[in-house]
């Protein structure tokens, strides 16, 4: 579980017992777990929504900057999936 | 029945600013004390009040036997619609004990395809293999299975049942069939002193989440207070072993520990104020904005047989009653604290001061916080020789006085005559 393990090559995925979900009523994701809600930003959001377990944070990273029209965005996305993974939301296989 | 299901809504960092949490406006003109909610996030359906346990601290209403029929299938599914229409999204199946209901995997079925995570909330009783595969199959996501103790003694002397082995199997058929599991243990005086064999009951089965809530003092174990009331040393003990065990703890084991509010000096914030984010039905299809509230005098709740949940959340008196601030009384009208705590409990100032509008005694700035100390102190006097060991099961001779209530149909008739 070392958080130091989280590098561009790491392939990030939703937490087993977590499931993330587009909610229209609150114009938000949000991660559902047992008896509990998540609401995510929208950063938050558009990060977690690319953890699909294939693709790699640089490439999670190069898709965001894309979408958002902006550049260096690595150093916030490894900050989120490292928050993440502590709490177990997302889950990143070694 | 476990205990009562906590909403539990939490943002993650960084915040967005539009918390379904910020309900409570300031800028409410005194004439019109309407408040625009969020959406009712949390939908608890109290399928039936039938029960093959009996539990001292069971949180529905010792009247059950008063209410109305259930609501047949096609009710419940037009209520899982409609409410997710409005943004409803975590489900809970409960009761009395869901697994009654024949209909329990069609209605989950249906709530699966609606896109609710959906949590079973039950006593294991009922819940043989073919039903959890079944489950499974139709989508349901969690269960969350209540022991009353750790020793089959206990726990089958306070459910008044013999359903501890029956409630272990269960526990290693939720794991097989690869639910995340969540150990529901309601503490108080008589099982407290158990917390650490609890935990290691719970590592042993491998469960997710474990909650060791202190009793609320609703229905049944509001009839029961005095001799489910911990001592603060009991109280003191068990945090202590909880703090151990989690210090050793070598795998991912989430541990609520939810203290007694009775010993709190500021109140629960209740279901988040209510009509803010929580909506059950009961079995008679009435809808409260918690599951307690249909105590509270002077409120009408409306019934999904002729309203609509849009009507229900959004237009009916019961559920706007207590929203926002307009409500309040002093000390909680000038309270900078209001917005964190919403004056506390409806029902538990409904009960203990006669006004559902006064502050939650639990708070030491209410001027009836003496009503709970009372109790407290009650609780902590010096033991007699006539109470026994604390934590053994009560002999015969110190229930004559005053005898534990168990929640059962003569029972409900019997208060309710």
């Given amino acids: 579980m070392s958080t130091s393990s989280i590098s561009l090559d790491s392939r990030p995925a939703v937490g087993r017992g977590f499931r993330l979900q587009w909610e229209a009523a609150q114009n938000a994701y949000v991660l559902l777990y047992p008896e509990g809600m998540i609401k995510l930003n929208t950063s938050a959001g558009e990060i977690m929504k690319r953890c699909n377990g294939e693709a790699t944070i640089a490439e999670i990273t190069q898709d965001l900057e894309r979408a958002f029209a902006t550049n260096g965005l690595a150093g916030d996305v490894i900050a989120f999936v490292t928050m993440a993974h502590g709490k177990h939301w997302l889950a990143v296989p070694t | ?417």
């Fill in chain 2, 1 to 417: 029945m476990s205990a009562a299901v906590t909403p539990s809504v939490a943002s993650a960092a960084p915040q967005t600013p539009s918390s379904p949490h910020a309900t409570a406006s300031t800028a409410i003109p005194s004439a019109m004390p309407k408040v625009q909610p969020g959406p009712p996030l949390w939908l608890l359906l109290e399928l039936t009040y039938r029960c093959p346990l009996h539990c001292v601290f069971c949180y529905n209403p010792t009247d059950f036997m008063r209410t109305g029929p259930e609501l047949e299938t096609a009710e419940w599914l037009r209520v899982l619609r409609e409410a997710r229409a409005q943004g409803s999204v975590q489900l809970g199946l409960s009761g009395g004990e869901p697994l009654t209901r024949e209909d329990l995997v069609p209605i989950v079925a249906e709530a699966h395809r609606l896109g609710f995570y959906i949590n079973l909330i039950t006593s294991g009783v009922g819940l043989t293999e073919p039903r959890i595969r079944a489950l499974k199959e139709a989508g349901l996501d969690h269960i969350q299975l209540s022991f009353q103790d750790s020793t089959r003694q206990m726990n089958d002397f306070l459910s008044s049942t013999r359903t501890f082995d029956l409630k272990s199997k269960v526990a290693a058929l939720i794991k097989q069939y690869d639910y995340p599991m969540v150990l529901n243990v309601v503490l108080h005086r008589l099982n407290i002193d158990h917390v650490e064999a609890i935990l290691e009951m719970a590592q042993r089965m491998g469960a997710d989440y474990v909650e060791l809530a202190n009793t609320q003092f609703y229905g049944w174990a509001w009839q029961n207070r005095e001799q489910l009331m911990p001592s603060r040393a009991q109280i003191e003990r068990a945090e202590e072993a909880t703090r151990r065990f989690r210090e050793r703890l070598d795998r991912p084991m989430r541990i609520f520990f939810v203290v007694p509010d009775y010993y709190e000096r500021r109140p629960k914030a209740c279901m988040n104020g209510l009509g803010s984010i929580f909506l059950t039905i009961t079995p008679d299809g009435t809808a409260l904005p918690c599951h307690a509230a249909r105590m509270l005098p002077g409120l009408e709740f409306p019934n999904v047989k002729n309203a609509s949940i849009a009507e229900i959340w959004f237009e009916s008196s019961g559920f706007n009653h207590f929203r926002g601030e307009a409500w309040m009384k002093e000390p909680c009208r000038s309270c900078p604290e209001r917005g964190r705590d919403f004056g506390g409990c409806r029902c538990q100032a409904y009960l203990l001061t006669g006004d559902a509008a006064n502050a939650d005694p639990v708070c030491d700035l209410s001027p009836h916080h003496h009503l709970v100390t009372e109790v407290v102190a009650r609780a902590n006097r010096p033991p007699s020789p006539a109470d026994g060991p604390i934590g053994a099961v009560p002999s015969t001779s110190t229930l004559i006085e005053k005898p534990l209530i168990f929640r059962s149909p003569a029972n409900s008739a019997a208060l309710h005559p």
